[in-house]
């Protein structure tokens, strides 16, 4: 049976209604974020921290923080819901009583929890930031000059953070699968969200960073997906 | 009856260094109904499972139609319908919805479920989602979707839970005619010995691990039954038939 066959059954199988109210929740949060960010400077003009938000690239860039640990977080209990409750208990029998292969139903379970919030964070911000966009082009909030340079990066580094959720997303869903538990891939992701957003906040000046940060959280995330592949192919219920 | 649908021989299975099975040897003819007798514990389940592929033997082969269960598991299970343990659903579907869903991972999808769902006493199961069925409902549900794929052998774990007592002589009576019109070959564990004396053409006793007797059911009555299976469980192996 083919991939594209595989990833239709499971969204049959599967309720993501729920998940695109929240993304979409998650989506309008981020513009009041953004509008909230960049009003800190008028509202507060004399505190110098605020001066900080003044700018597009420190504004986006916090605010794409945030971001990233919501949609990691999102992307957990996905993961947790959809591939962690999946083969734990029960499930599992009805999973593994198909003649289907196990690595194939596991690889498309991952796509569907992962890519959908790193799809998701990528299109809610793109919105949302489109939006803000637009109402800076009418009515500037922030002071800082926007330019096709500007709108080009913040495009740029939500993809690369979008990715990342999905990135990280995999590696809790790892960890919950080595523990048979949905709490812990929804902690893991947690954590792991405060972990990556704690460090990439120190490097938010410096733009590399984004990518290095990718390629950082790509090998853990591959060592994640090859136990969980050997502990699918190996599991017994 | 003359070609061994279901197969094991020498098969062990320890968990946590207890031995479930030890050295069980079953074969099972092509359009057999195979009644599993046994103690809580005795090993049914587990059996089972070896045969449909989701257990790993410690030691022996399990196979079904030809094909090792564990080398050929895809094989096997296109051709194998199962209802192990307590059925589980996509309790968010109909149960409509589940069968198809079901003929979908099976390459089917062509094919309408109306059929088997009259055949197991669900006609009209409503759009509702599984979720509010009752156990006999799940039970009944579980059994169209063993059935469904048409496959050649069924392997079923207490298919008889939770029925009401029309809906087993039902059950009963239709794995008798898969068999009969079919050929479909039934392995079954149950601890119902009324309906098994009635709906197999022979039964096994597990006992420490392995099948200690076996004896067709023809003019076993349910007392019968009974009467071999305690003795059975004293006496431990005898030959062949009963």
């Known amino acids: 049976m083919g991939m594209g066959k595989l990833i239709a059954l499971e969204l049959r199988r599967i309720r993501l209604r729920p998940y695109h109210l929240a993304a979409g929740a998650c989506g309008a949060a981020m513009l009041a974020f953004l509008y909230l960010m960049a009003a800190i400077p008028r509202m507060d003009p004399a505190d110098g921290g605020a001066a900080l938000l003044a700018s597009y690239d420190f504004l986006l860039g916090l605010t794409q923080l945030v971001f990233l640990a919501v949609f990691t977080v999102f992307a957990g209990v996905m993961s947790a819901r959809f591939v962690v409750e999946g083969y734990s208990g029960t499930q599992a029998l009805l999973l593994f009583s198909y003649p289907v292969s196990r690595r194939k139903v596991l690889l498309v379970k991952l796509a569907v929890a992962l890519l959908y919030p790193a799809a998701a964070m990528f299109l809610w911000g793109t919105a949302a930031q489109g939006v803000f966009f637009l109402t800076e082009a009418l009515l500037p909030l922030c002071p800082d000059t926007l330019t096709a340079g500007t709108v080009l990066w913040s495009l740029c580094s939500l993809l690369c953070r979008s990715l990342l959720a999905g990135l990280l997303g995999l590696m809790a869903a790892g960890l919950g699968l080595w523990r048979r538990s949905i709490p812990t891939a929804i902690i893991s992701a947690l954590l792991l969200s405060c972990l990556a957003c704690q460090g990439l906040s120190a490097l938010l000046p410096f733009r590399p960073a984004m990518g290095l940060a990718l390629i950082a959280g790509a090998v853990p995330a591959a060592w994640a997906l090859r136990y969980m592949i050997r502990q699918v192919d190996e599991m017994e219920v | ?242």
Do not use: W
């Open chain 2, 1 to 242: 009856m003359n070609q061994a649908a279901i197969s094991a021989k020498g098969l062990c299975r320890s968990f946590a260094g207890k031995e479930v099975l030890r050295d069980c040897t079953l074969s099972v003819p092509r359009g057999c109904v195979y009644g599993l007798l046994g103690r809580n514990g005795a090993g049914k389940t587990t059996l089972l499972k070896l045969l449909a592929g989701l257990l790993r033997p410690t030691a022996g082969t399990a196979g079904v139609l030809g094909l090792d269960s564990i080398r050929d598991r895809e094989a096997v299970l296109r051709r194998v319908g199962c209802l192990i343990e307590t059925p589980v659903f996509y309790e968010h579907l109909s149960a409509e919805e589940n069968l198809r869903l079901h003929l979908a991972c099976m390459g089917m999808e062509e094919r309408d479920p109306g059929p088997e769902l009259a055949l197991v006493g669900l006609p009209a199961p409503g759009e509702g989602p599984v979720s509010a069925f009752s156990l006999g409902m799940r039970q009944r549900l579980a059994v169209a979707r063993a059935i469904l794929h048409r496959p050649e052998v069924l392997l079923l774990d207490e298919p008889m839970n939770g029925l009401d007592p029309v809906g087993m002589r039902e059950l009963g009576a239709q794995l008798r005619r898969l068999s009969e019109e079919r050929g479909v070959t039934v392995l079954l564990s149950s601890h119902l010995l009324s309906e098994l004396a009635r709906t197999a053409h022979r039964v096994g006793v597990l006992e420490g691990g392995r099948i200690v007797r076996e004896t067709d059911t023809a003019g076993l009555s349910a007392g019968g039954l009974e009467e071999y299976f305690l003795s059975a469980l004293k006496g431990g192996i005898s030959d062949g038939n009963g």
